[in-house]
């Protein structure tokens, strides 16, 4: 299995995250990147650095203005007097009391402050001097390992960082900029005719439900813990089942906080099932370790050898799979749990 990293993805190092009203150092850092790297090196993966594809299969996901904010906003505020060093909102759009002004259709601030706030949901995103850099290499990382697929392989990785699925198609949010495994899943589209997304990192990947929520050609399926008393906190409910064309291609199964490893295991194969049933050529894992219950933004008691058993319900899929890195901060819990993980997958896949 090719394995797709690229080092400019440590080169965003926030120094900022706001936590129950203090400023934190972030969990998102980049030596997550490099501890994980080495464990999956040490399996016998070969780390390659992904080609650059350009900004076409980031177009296909994210719109062309926000990919412009993310690309510019860091020198446009450093103009601010006393700019902070990090572009960091203060206001927020609010929906609005009149359904008929969402602030979202109305007119785009074009002062740096308003922009800030309009394309970051949260204070969750400091963008520093080399973010861009950074998170356009780990979406290289994705578009690479989706290639891989599309040309003939059966399974590869991205190991992407900074993560990307609380990224909508114009706003960042919970440390993700651009969304990975929608970008990796739009480009399996191109081979493909339906792929399912299936996310077990702890947090409800609302950006990729949103991106993909009117579609058929995409399902995502997530189990997570239960928004109402854990981030995202506004989606990944049961009743969100997808609109439109996308009716029934959406699944959200939140757990409650404390359960462990057979509700964990449990709802990932209730995800699998549906996934199957709804008759997708290929799979995308959004894969955060950060259900483990070592991490410290867990809420879960999902033990390590939840992920081995995982790794081989997951390699048994007989779909090509693109498994793209999400969340997971115990550091620890992480250099082991990614590799675990991984090379369960792969002693599933190898031909019997
Ligand atoms: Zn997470």
Known sequence: ??????????????????????????????????????????????????????????HAVHSDHYVEFLRTAHVRFQELPNAGPEVFPNVHPQVSAYPDLSPRERPRPSHIVGQAGWYMGDMACALGAETWQAVYASAQSAIAAAKTITAGDDEALALCRPPGHHAYSDRASGFCFLNNAAIAAEELLKRFKRVGIIDFDTHHGDGTQAIFYRRSDVFYGSTHTDPRQYYPFYLGYADETGFGEGDKFNLNIPIAPGSSDEEFIDANQQLIIATLASEVDALVLSAGWDAHQDDPLSRLKVSTDAYRRLGRIYGEIPLPTVIVQEGGYSLTAIESVAPIFVKEFLDERKPQ
């Open 1 to 58: 299995m090719k394995l797709f990293f690229d080092k400019s993805q440590l080169k965003h190092a926030p120094q900022q995250f706001m936590a129950a009203g203090k400023l934190v150092p972030p969990f998102e850092v980049p030596e997550r990147a490099e501890r994980m790297a080495a464990g999956l090196v040490s399996l016998g993966l070969e780390s390659l650095e992904p080609d650059d594809h350009g900004l076409d299969p980031i």
